[in-house]
Nanobody
Framework: QVQLVESGGGLVQAGGSLRLACAAS????????MGWYRQAPGKQREWVAT???????NYADSVKGRFTISRDNAKNTVYLRMNSLKLEDTAVYYC??????????WGQGTQVTVSS
């Protein structure tokens, strides 16, 4: 089992920045990838970014150039730095981790609200 705990959400004005963190614990040596999804009110959950064990990153087009995903292996933590935030970035952000092709773990989510 893998446990994920997010932190760092909050209220920010449009154009501002936030950094989310996701701390992993448990059987972390089995984790292949970690990343973030988000879900806005009334919308489906959408993928935001992924980072692999090797450090390769991928981003959704909607956040490319504004968000940066990184990891601190010593702290078993993945970060999502969000710059130039827009109103449409408002959502609950969920951290996830995958183990092989069959197992995925999720955090409880952290709210990000961007105001005008």
């Amino acid at each position: 089992q893998v446990q994920l705990v997010e932190s760092g959400g909050g209220l920010v004005q449009a154009g501002g920045s936030l950094r989310l963190a996701c701390a992993a614990s448990g059987r972390i040596f089995n984790i292949d990838k970690m990343g973030w999804y988000r879900q806005a009110p009334g919308k489906q959950r959408e993928w935001v970014a992924t980072i692999t064990n090797g450090g390769s990153t991928n981003y959704a087009d909607s956040v490319k150039g504004r968000f940066t995903i990184s990891r601190d292996n010593a702290k078993n933590t993945v970060y999502l730095r969000m710059n130039s935030l827009k109103l449409e970035d408002t959502a609950v952000y969920y951290c996830y981790a995958t183990v092989g092709v069959l197992s995925a773990y999720w955090g409880q989510g952290t709210q990000v609200t961007v105001s005008s």
